[in-house]
């Protein structure tokens, strides 16, 4: 199994909402990512999990609090979004054991804030 | 540091002709690099990767890339394009030893006419 899959597809949530994404990888990867991606232009990173702790935010405000439950499990906690939050949310797995090389990304949470 | 450079926001090519899609890069050692493609609405999907060995890679889809260090250049060809190759690509590259993170260039846009 190669997937990752996110839920949901699309969001639409106003700024005072909380809401989460969510992401599922089932290939061993122990390496998990959150990236931001807007229209036409290269995905942003934000956060990376290495062996479900913490090891990479990128300054990303407080209103996007990430969490790994376990080696399979990546959310991402929303609340109190700005409109210029909205955005394509990614989610993607490597594996480090083999020096991270590609990345496997899943389909995506279209997110609109209003 | 490591960076990487698509010169062209978009390409055109007729269905049939060969396509290249440039990318340059810059990375103290030998890079490890990437093509990743993304279809509208859809997460990155992995191609091909260049790490050690021949200079000319192949991946998924009919598509290759070239290593050309004195260039210090990664283009992505394909022999005989596809109106369903018209996608968004991203180069991507990576220093070997550093964070297994990956830096993406911008995107080049590429559209193959009937």
């Known amino acids: 199994d190669t997937e990752v899959t996110q839920t949901p597809k699309h969001l639409v949530m106003g700024m005072t909402n909380k809401k989460s994404l969510k992401c599922e990888q089932h290939?061993?990867?122990?390496?998990m990512y959150w990236y931001k991606q807007k229209a036409k232009k290269p995905p942003e990173l934000m956060f990376v999990?290495?062996?479900?702790?913490?090891?990479i935010n990128e300054s990303v405000p407080s209103r996007f609090s990430p969490e790994c439950p376990n080696s399979s499990l990546l959310n991402l906690h929303l609340h109190a979004l700005q409109p210029e939050d909205s955005a394509l949310y990614l989610c993607?797995?490597?594996?480090?054991?083999?020096?991270?090389?590609?990345?496997?990304f899943g389909p995506g949470t279209r997110l609109t804030v209003t | 540091a490591q960076s990487v450079a698509q010169p062209e926001d978009q390409v055109n090519v007729a269905e049939g002709n060969p396509l290249t899609v440039k990318c340059t890069y810059s990375?103290?050692?030998?890079?490890?690099l990437f093509w990743y493609v993304q279809y509208p609405n859809r997460g990155l999907q992995f191609l091909l990767k260049?790490?050690?060995?021949?200079?000319l890679v192949k991946g998924s889809y009919g598509f290759e890339a070239e290593f050309n260090k004195s260039q210090t250049s990664f283009h992505l060809k394909k022999p005989s394009a596809l109106v369903s190759d018209s996608a968004l690509y991203f180069c991507?590259?990576?220093?070997?030893?550093?964070?297994?993170?990956?830096?993406f260039g911008r995107g080049t846009s590429l559209i193959v006419h009937p």
């Open positions: 993607a797995s490597s594996d480090p054991l083999a020096g991270g090389d590609e990345q496997y």
């Open positions: 290939m061993g990867h122990r390496a």
């Open positions: 999990y290495s062996y479900e702790k913490l090891s």
């Open positions: 990375v103290s050692g030998n890079p490890y």
């Open positions: 260049y790490i050690t060995g021949d200079n």
């Open positions: 991507a590259v990576r220093r070997p030893g550093g964070s297994y993170i990956p830096t």
